[in-house]
């Protein structure tokens, strides 16, 4: 595997520097011409630099966000959540729920000139599935389909294992996108360092630790069904920066340096809504809820009492209220916002500091040292907690030092642990975590299966597993096995809802807000992102003149 360095993201950024960068000076006002076709347009992300390009191998989101620049799906999924068409123009699916039948576009090539066609979809398929890939996300979206058949070049016949309501979710997914057979050829190392689709543009450059660039591919002809143009993009050139730090980002956006940054802090967000020189726009990712998960496989969350007395008293309802001004939702459910069968119980979640002395009490926690940590049988109440510095913004951070600073009030001993991407990864894996903050983005309510069903503590072939509450619920378990396998909307919503519920009723969960993916722009127009993982997308994007 291609490996590059990962930057590590600042744990605070200046606000003053902030504050700067949201005033432009006259000289870097907005623009005073039209938008124009052509140049090029600079995106500056705070996300982590990926490992590779492909996102096959692995499955994170920075992989997400710039492979929809050159991979696209079978399908998408617009504003309201229906499937289109994308690359599949049409499918059908038989009466068991076991086969499924695409009918591909016709005529259509990847950038390598290889043809679009059912063989492709099979070695994608074949790609995913295959251990030596060491795909995660992608692997278990797939891991129903048992084998592609090729019945013609436009016709690729899925037969799978047991019915999968989700398939359509999961193949309008960046991580299942579809990318050339012959890109795929050349091996792992060539392939994540310059993957091979059907996109809008196409990798030329990746200087890693700085930039990627990629250029227009003028034989478009695959437009998304959120984009407005028919055609080849109207800028000749997109460069990928990645700036770690939000504020060198934000005073790069002021500063007309780059047009589009992601990640920026509350106030940057406050201060765009509030002016008129930079764009924002919210776009939050489906799936899962930021939230912060306890790990019930081993002690001391392996004893629902204790669990029940960690959310009782970590109260992040005032943290979550001042450090972000107001742009962000309190959650009180599994999934997030856009997902229409999403079900959430507050009442569940109510701060009682008593209720968490008495709980830990009734739990033999009832000892304690010096510092007022509590002990039970000689050993500490000690929750080691790493902080993926790539995932979680400065305001996020903060907000969890404030709940380790309210839980210990009750005798817990919250230890937090900043890290990088990649260290972050090995505590997961080591299972050196008795909490953890894991956004998972996926299209639907089947990210329940992924996070909460057993199967999901057994590793993936990259070595990722989902399930990091590690919870093992055989009644859990059959309900999100009988909603996978429900076609029927309306009971598949019944199904997932029972499922939400035992799955808040566990205290292995609290819930905090949305996935938060906020972009900011300046000096271009026609940013847009997808109805499927909330990516943007620069097809229809003018830079102004």
């Not at 590059?4 to 907005?30: D, V, Y």
């Not at 005032?318 to 742009?327: A, K, M, Q, V």
């Not at 997030?336 to 002395?357: I, R």
């Not at 839980?407 to 050196?432: M, R």
Request: with cysteine.
């Amino acid at each position: 595997m291609l490996r590059r360095a990962l930057p590590t993201l600042a744990l605070a950024s200046s606000l003053a520097l902030i504050a700067t960068a949201c005033a432009p000076t006259a000289e870097q006002a907005g623009p005073s011409a039209e938008p124009q076709d052509g140049g090029t347009l600079v995106y500056a992300t705070g996300d982590a630099e990926p490992t590779c390009l492909d996102p096959h191998v692995g499955g994170n989101y920075p992989q997400a966000l710039i492979s929809t620049q050159y991979l696209e799906p079978l399908v998408g999924r617009d504003a309201d959540g229906s499937i289109t068409p994308w690359l599949a123009e049409d499918w059908k699916v038989s009466p068991d729920g076991l086969t499924w039948d695409f009918t591909l576009k016709s005529d259509v090539e990847f950038t390598d000139g290889t043809p679009l066609d059912a063989t492709a979809v099979k070695v994608n398929i074949e790609h995913l599935q295959d251990p030596e890939t060491a795909s995660s996300t992608g692997y278990l979206a797939v891991s129903k389909v048992a084998e592609v058949e090729v019945v013609d070049d436009t016709h690729a016949r899925f037969h799978l294992s047991e019915p999968d309501s989700a398939l359509l979710e999961s193949l309008s997914m960046q991580w299942t996108a579809i990318q050339s057979p012959a890109g795929i050829a050349r091996g792992m190392e060539e392939n994540c360092a310059a993957p091979i689709g059907t996109g809008p543009f196409i990798v030329e450059e990746w200087v890693p630790q700085q930039q990627i660039t990629l250029v227009r591919n003028d034989d478009y002809a695959t437009p998304g069904p959120q984009t407005e143009n028919d055609g080849p993009a109207h800028i000749d050139e997109l460069v990928w920066r990645f700036i770690p730090d939000a504020a060198t980002r934000q005073a790069a956006l002021a500063s007309g340096e780059v047009h589009v940054i992601d990640n920026p802090q509350p106030d940057a967000i406050v201060a765009a809504q509030q002016g008129d020189e930079i764009t924002h726009i919210d776009a939050p990712r489906p799936g899962s809820v930021n939230r912060i998960e306890l790990n019930a496989g081993q002690a001391p969350f392996d004893d629902e009492r204790v669990r029940e007395a960690f959310i009782r008293a970590a109260d992040p309802n005032p943290g979550i209220e001042s450090l972000y001004l107001g742009t962000v939702t309190r959650s009180y459910s599994p999934l997030g916002s856009t997902e229409p069968m999403g079900v959430s119980d507050e009442s569940l979640f109510a701060t009682d500091p008593e209720e968490a002395n008495a709980l830990l009490d009734e739990a033999g926690w009832t000892e304690k040292d010096e510092d007022g940590t509590r002990m039970k049988e000689g050993k500490r109440l000690t929750v080691r907690f790493p902080v993926s510095t790539n995932q979680s913004v400065a305001a996020e951070q903060s907000l969890f030092e404030q709940i380790q600073a309210n839980v210990s009030e009750v005798g817990f001993d919250v230890q937090l642990s900043p890290v990088d991407l990649s260290a972050w990864y090995e505590a997961l894996g080591a299972n050196e975590y008795e909490a953890v903050s894991a956004p998972y983005t996926r299209v639907g309510a089947e990210v329940l299966r992924v996070l909460y069903h057993s199967d999901a503590i057994t590793p993936a072939p990259s070595g990722y597993f989902a399930n990091h509450a590690q919870l093992s619920d055989p009644e859990l378990d059959a309900l999100l096995d009988q909603a996978s396998a429900t076609q029927d909307e309306a009971a598949r919503a019944d199904l997932y809802a029972q499922a939400q519920q035992r799955v808040l009723e566990s205290f292995t969960v609290l819930p905090l807000y949305d996935q938060q993916n906020h972009f900011l722009t300046r000096g271009v127009t026609g940013v847009t992102t997808l109805g499927t993982v909330a990516t943007p997308t620069f097809v229809d994007a003018r830079i102004a003149g």
